[in-house]
């Protein structure tokens, strides 16, 4: 392993972090993630859908790194005569916690999220919702935005001891990680680095990417929840114990000798890890696993809380854990 004892850069986290990106509207996080790895990489194209593509040549195992660089936010369905905007949701969002949340567009107006008169807190409804942008009317408000316009929650980056918070952790953490990882790998085999579209509305461009691809092995880069709350659904995940292995999620099982692999690699670097058992949602190697004739693929994840919240907090001892067995990874032997 290469330079493993090197910290990673963070402040590359808060400018991934901050940009926008939401799903179906990559292409703003894409340009930023290109011009950072671009030096690291023997070729970068964007295929049909929007996926970023790094490939980097070798002679061994085909090798397939997704993380997804979309957001979940909000798009625009109507304007009003007075210049309220009504929208739906993109991804995991969570109606009851939108009112007064701030949203930004990709043309850096800002706006907040309000309701109208509620007589009980269950009429809390996303069609009671509203959205604030300023505008003093209809003809105003069109000048700003339009129908289809989406929008991200803020939250900018903190770090508090040894956490981090900010918006969009999930998953610009994941897309750091990886590129982390390019910066320092040295490896006879051949990696594809693809950077995924729309993977919060259903693991869409990480289904395109991994037919495109065809590797023989891939690992997805992802955050995961964590039962380490007051409280919390019980779930073995801690902050601060690790990286990842997943094991089980509503999108895939990992194969045995996947989990192993990531096992038996972490063991013989001494790289902190934990095993996950996610009892919801996926991410982009339930759809990579099911591509062609079926594809080997695991995933590294990094222990979040409040996920889809503007403050998912992970702490950065974990994110070091998952750029330094993804490297071993990457620069060991497979035999799968
Ligand atoms: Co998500
Ligand atoms: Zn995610």
């Given at each position: 392993m290469s330079n493993a004892q090197n910290l990673p850069d963070y402040t590359l986290l808060e400018r991934l972090s901050q940009a926008y990106g939401p799903s179906g509207a990559e292409k703003g996080i894409s340009e930023k993630i290109a011009a950072v790895i671009q030096p690291y990489c023997d070729s970068l194209t964007q295929d049909k859908l929007g996926n970023l593509i790094a490939i980097r040549k070798g002679s061994g195992k085909k090798i397939m790194i997704a993380t997804h660089m979309d957001e979940i936010g909000v798009m625009i369905t109507h304007i009003d005569e007075n210049g309220f905007l009504r929208f739906t949701t993109v991804g995991g969002v969570h109606v009851a916690e939108l009112p007064h949340r701030r949203v930004q567009f990709q043309n850096g107006r800002t706006g907040i999220i309000s309701m109208e008169?509620?007589?009980?807190?269950?009429?809390?409804?996303l069609s009671r919702l509203y959205l604030d942008?300023?505008?003093?009317?209809q003809e105003e408000a069109e000048q700003i935005v339009q129908i289809g316009d989406s929008a991200v929650f803020t939250g900018e980056l903190v770090h508090s001891g040894s956490r981090i918070l900010s918006?969009?952790?999930?998953?610009r953490v994941g897309c750091f990680v990886a590129i982390e990882a390019l910066k320092r790998v040295q490896t006879e085999h051949e990696l594809s680095f693809a950077f995924t579209v729309q993977e919060e509305v259903g693991l869409r461009g990480a289904q395109t990417a991994a037919f495109a691809l065809d590797p023989d092995v891939a690992i997805a880069v992802d955050v995961t929840l964590t039962g380490?709350?007051?409280?919390?659904?019980?779930?073995e995940v801690k902050l601060g114990n690790g990286v990842a292995i997943k094991v089980f999620d509503h999108s895939m099982i990992t194969p045995p000798q996947i989990k192993q692999w990531m096992t038996t690699t972490a063991e013989k670097y001494k790289i902190p890890y934990q095993f996950e058992v996610l009892e919801f949602g996926g991410t982009d190697s339930g759809a990579i696993h099911l591509t062609k004739g079926g594809i080997p693929a695991g995933v590294l994840s990094i222990p979040t809380r409040?996920?889809?919240?503007?403050s998912e907090m992970i702490d950065s001892k974990d994110v070091e854990a998952a750029v330094n067995l993804l490297v071993a990874l990457l620069e060991g032997p497979i035999n799968l």
């Open positions: 008169k509620l007589d009980k807190p269950s009429d809390l409804k942008i300023g505008a003093a009317n918006k969009a952790l999930d998953n380490d709350t007051p409280k919390a659904h019980p779930m409040y996920v889809h919240s503007p």
